[in-house]
């Protein structure tokens, strides 16, 4: 799973035709992510996801502000 796209969301329109390839879902309970790969679904309780989320966060912050990030 790239980290990046853990928390970089992108409201789509639901569709007809069934979903293929890597995808998250939303919730208020959690982030479920799909995987094509063969490995099951992983769920992220909503809390934990908000926390992480906000750490990423403050991570970009930091990199940005060094010019760089490993």
């Known amino acids: 799973m790239d980290i990046h796209k853990l928390h970089m969301f992108v409201a789509v ?6 979903i293929t390839g890597e995808y998250y879902t939303i919730s208020a309970s959690g982030v479920v992510h799909m995987s094509e ?3 099951p679904a992983e769920f992220i309780p ?5 926390r992480e989320h906000s750490v990423f966060n403050i ?12």
């Open 59 to 70: 991570m970009k912050q930091v990199c940005a502000s060094v010019g760089t990030c490993v």
């Open 37 to 39: 790969d063969g490995y």
């Open 46 to 50: 909503v809390g934990q996801w908000v």
């Open 13 to 18: 329109l639901p569709v007809q035709e069934s």
